[in-house]
């Protein structure tokens, strides 16, 4: 079978949740025989230079991209807030990629075009157009859904606010919309699925999880007693929120009850209000070479989203290395867990509390939890597992 991969950013490096998912997914796709093309955009935030990747990933899937920027522009997200248009998607509009997917297409010939972004739908006419493949929407979330719990956790600014409540609304029409463009759709959830499907598709859409492999080889490392730790890209509104949310609302209050506890804070982006910041006992990290031997040499995730959609890849990540993880239910929606099996889950501040004290007070639980963790992720998430119900499904649309 041969695969065009159409991505929103680049899929290597795997450095987020969103190019670990890409990146999984192609590589699952290869494992099992099938060619893989992949066609991307890049941005100044995420760029694409062929010189700085590897030879063998080069080899492997051939990418080719183009630049789009991406910097918000405050007069055009409200021309398009008012018009009723999704500035999201807008801003992916791209003459140049317009002319490099045909190219392609004219030149080489796709069983199948698996699109990795709703931002990307503008393309899909051009698609049919030009290529008889079938089209699949590898679906990382709902992305109304993001974007309408930022708006309703939203108290004190009232003209962000209404900007971000028709910022939801104007996606959601365009993602319900455009659902059906579609031949097949793979949500990362079976919630995720769900819900489209009473949003009124009517085609095949079917939850698959993302991919992840326990790694094989891990670095050396200790793991620092009664430590937290937080990971992930701070650019990205859900966990900047979450995370201020935690300093605000919950920390003091795992100090009351776990005054030795320690709390670090890692990922790339992280603003002037978490660089400045001082909180007793937090250690502001920010981007770090080897999310692998960080994650290992601290001792509890603590994930507290409050807004956000389709399924947080770093959980997975950190369940992979036996990580025990407290988590908010809307950060672990989607992911098979077994709340006080493999995962704890604190939707207030007190249960932050009350969790952080049972897994210090309690090594041998805390470390059960983790080793839990790490079951489910081999028993569930293997990427080639995954890469083959995709592949199943794509062969029975080729076969009708």
Partial sequence: MNILQFCYKPPYPATDGGTIDMYSIGVGFNNLGHKVKVLTFYSDKNPFNLDLLPQNYID???????????????????????????????????????????????KEKFDIVQIESINLVPYIPVIRRFS?????????????????????NEKRNIFKRWYLKNTAQNMKYYEQSHINDFDIVF????????YFKKMGCTKPCIG???????????????????????IGSMNWFPNEQGIKWFLSEVWDKILE??????????????????????????????????????????????????????????????MSLSKTVIATTIAAEGIMYENGVNILIADTAEEFAAAVK???????????????????????????????????QYEKLLIN
């Avoid at 398009?80 to 992916?92: H, Q, T």
């Avoid at 493949?133 to 590898?138: E, S, V």
């Avoid at 992280?270 to 999310?291: A, Q, R, T």
């Fill in 257 to 318: 009850t776990s005054p030795q506890i320690k709390l670090y804070l890692a990922g790339r982006h992280m603003s002037s209000y978490f660089l400045n910041g001082k909180w007793k006992n937090v250690n502001v990290v920010g981007e770090v070479s080897d999310s692998t031997s960080f994650m290992c040499s601290k001792q509890i995730m603590v994930v507290p989203l409050l807004s956000g959609s389709g399924i947080r890849i770093k959980i997975l990540e950190a």
């Fill in 132 to 152: 008889d493949a079938k089209i699949g929407f590898h679906c990382p979330n709902v992305e109304h859904l993001i974007w309408q719990r930022i708006y309703k």
């Fill in 60 to 106: 492997t899937y051939n990418p080719e991209g183009v630049y789009v920027n991406l910097k918000p522009n405050v007069f055009d997200a409200l021309l398009y807030v008012f018009i009723a248009r999704s500035y999201i998607v807008e801003r992916f509009v791209s003459l140049k990629m317009k002319n490099k997917l045909v190219n392609l297409l004219q």
């Fill in 208 to 230: 698959v999880p993302i991919g992840f492999d326990i790694p094989e080889d891990l670095p050396e490392f200790v793991e620092e007693d009664n430590s937290l730790f937080h």
């Fill in 187 to 194: 949500p990362v959830t079976q919630v995720d699925a769900e």
């Fill in 358 to 392: 049972k897994l210090t007070d309690n090594k041998n639980y805390c470390r059960q939890i983790g080793e839990n963790a790490a079951k489910l992720i081999k028993e569930k998430y293997a990427t080639d597992t995954v890469a083959q119900e995709i592949i199943d």
